[in-house]
């Protein structure tokens, strides 16, 4: 019975790799990003145990009488009283600011082409913005999270925008269709490859060098940007579309949170090394389109008739299944350490485990035995580049 139990929590966590979204997260840490936008420093959307823990220290340094036990750490009960005051405060203060504002609370900068059809859906559209150049330049495509089920285009940091741009960079941000019983998965990857595809073929009227593409995104984006930059050229050069015959590759992609596999055994064993055997499975998946049995939606998700079908198709669009030596360079960003202990609040324990830095070990272990470039930051780790920004800008560039 024991066993059975595992192997049902194990299909709940391989579902919820696919199905975690914004709504999974606490109300106070939805409450936190609504006020103070700019806590979420790598532009996810989410609120990382670590962009938390510095949000912390910043708030106690500020404000020391916040942290009222003075333990030098602030309680959830602690954290509710500062965003409780501070949304009194928001609320008093208004917003008259004009202009599209970003997750970071700034002025975005107006796209050179806002909202480019590239599909048929009304979700298939992208902004980028072109970097001024005479000679054409490289393109970094943002590809954003929300467990393919909520997250958009203006999720794009605006931080990073602005130093790409100024690097002289060209940058697009896009939008792709959502997980439904209609639209399963892999239909968001394609939506990624076409827009893609399609950015490589606008090359000469934009002065974009399509030889130097990058792609960037977190957790469900970066399970596309892994997928683009581990496949096999996708390129169709005999298609009567022209966009069909453009390259899929990729010269280098930088991931945050990015789950790199969906294997049953993998998760078998990374969660008991995390978590010993006896972790609860309740809560662990939501319904899809009305389905709450986890073994139906995770063959709704990746639209299969079987549980081996879907395991078949999740493994054809998981970076450890697809990675070869010829594969380009990877900067992945994780939230904790390998010694990290599990957060003791449920709410967060779902989102903790399937952005785990152990996804990021295993990919690791896998590019230094094909001899491939990867660099993995987590905190505590040292590297060459401090950020996504610095390895995008040597790779495009140099």
């Known amino acids: ?172 941000s896009i939008n792709y269709r959502y997980l439904t019983i209609d639209t399963p998965l892999p239909t968001s990857h394609h939506d990624a490859r076409r827009a893609l595809q399609f950015m490589r073929s606008k090359a000469e009227e934009w002065n974009l060098d399509k030889s130097r593409v990058a792609a960037f995104g977190g957790s469900a984006g970066a399970q596309i940007c892994m997928w683009l930059a581990y496949s096999d050229d996708m390129a169709k050069p005999k298609s009567k579309d022209p966009i069909k015959r453009e390259s899929t590759r990729l010269t280098c992609v930088a991931t945050t949170g990015g789950q790199t596999t969906n294997k049953t055994e993998f998760w078998k064993e990374m969660i008991t090394d995390i978590m010993g055997s006896k972790i609860e499975a309740e809560g662990f998946v939501r319904p899809l389109d009305g389905l709450v049995d986890p073994e139906k939606i995770r063959m709704a998700t990746w639209g299969a008739s079987t549980l081996e079908e879907a395991s078949r198709i999740a493994s054809q669009h998981s970076a450890l299944s697809l990675i070869s030596e010829d594969d380009p360079p990877i900067f992945m960003s994780y939230g904790m350490d390998p010694s990290a202990k599990p957060p003791t609040d449920r709410n967060r324990l779902r989102g903790w485990i399937i952005h785990h830095v152990n996804l990021g070990i295993a990919l690791k272990e896998k590019t230094d035995a094909l001899e491939l470039e990867a660099h993995l930051k987590y905190p505590g780790a040292e590297l060459k580049y401090p950020s996504q920004v610095e390895f995008l800008v040597d790779k495009l560039l140099n």
Not at 4 to 29: P, Q
Not at 39 to 44: E, F, H, P, S
Not at 131 to 150: N, Q, V
């Open 1 to 172: 019975m024991k066993n059975k139990n595992f192997h049902f929590l194990i299909t709940l966590l391989l579902t919820a790799v696919v199905c975690t979204s914004v709504a999974s997260e606490s109300a106070l840490d939805n409450q936190i990003l609504k006020i103070k936008p700019q806590a979420d420093l790598n532009g996810d959307g989410k609120l990382s145990d670590a962009e938390k823990a510095a949000m912390k220290k910043m708030i106690i340094k500020r404000f020391p009488r916040s942290d009222s036990d003075r333990d030098g750490d602030l309680s959830e009960k602690e954290l509710g009283v500062v965003v409780r005051i501070a949304t009194v405060r928001a609320k008093k203060q208004g917003s008259h600011g004009q202009g599209k504002k970003t997750n970071q609370g700034k002025e975005r900068r107006t796209p050179t082409h806002a909202n480019v059809k590239y599909g048929k859906d009304e979700r298939n559209v992208f902004d980028t913005w072109l970097a001024e150049s005479d000679k054409p330049t490289p393109l970094a495509i943002y590809i954003h999270g929300g467990g393919f089920r909520a997250g958009s285009k203006e999720k794009l940091s605006n931080d990073i925008l602005s130093q790409l741009l100024k690097a002289g960079i060209s940058v697009a």
